[in-house]
């Protein structure tokens, strides 16, 4: 059974820092996408960060390139999410996924953030970013 477990979202001031992590089991996760996606209270959930868990390759939004960072760990089978230079824009629920088929996986080495590649999910984590 794949399961994704977030952790780390919590409330801070405009220009802090935050991370979250995302602990995974129950597939191969050597060889697949992940990515960090974020939905704000009436807006559409949105791809932030990919990673391509064999090589390591990342892709960002451009509204947090610069100021979000994607890695790995993995002999714990864990992403991350480091966010710094938060500002309010970015209060949101955050959201792991997985791709294990690597349906989204695209060149051979970067992974998709469209919603619909992504068939697992985690529960979300809140971050909430004050001014």
């Known amino acids: 059974q794949i399961q994704l477990v977030e952790s780390g979202g919590g409330s801070v001031q405009a220009g802090g820092s935050l991370r979250l992590s995302c602990a995974t089991s129950g597939y191969t996760y050597s060889r697949a996408c992940m990515a960090w996606f974020r939905q704000a209270p009436g807006k559409e959930r949105e791809g932030v960060a990919t990673?391509?868990?064999?090589?390591?390759?990342?892709r960002y939004d451009d509204s947090v390139k610069g100021r979000f960072a994607i890695s790995q760990d993995n002999a714990k089978n864990t992403v991350y999410l480091q966010m710094n230079s938060l500002k309010p824009e970015d209060t949101a629920m955050y959201y792991c996924?997985?791709?294990?088929?690597?349906?989204?996986?695209?060149?051979?080495?970067?992974?998709?953030?469209?919603?619909?590649?992504?068939?697992?999910w985690g529960q979300g984590t809140q971050v909430t970013v004050s001014s």
């Open positions: 996924a997985a791709d294990p088929s690597l349906e989204g996986l695209y060149g051979g080495n970067w992974c998709s953030a469209l919603r619909s590649e992504y068939a697992y």
């Open positions: 990673i391509y868990t064999d090589s390591a390759n990342t």
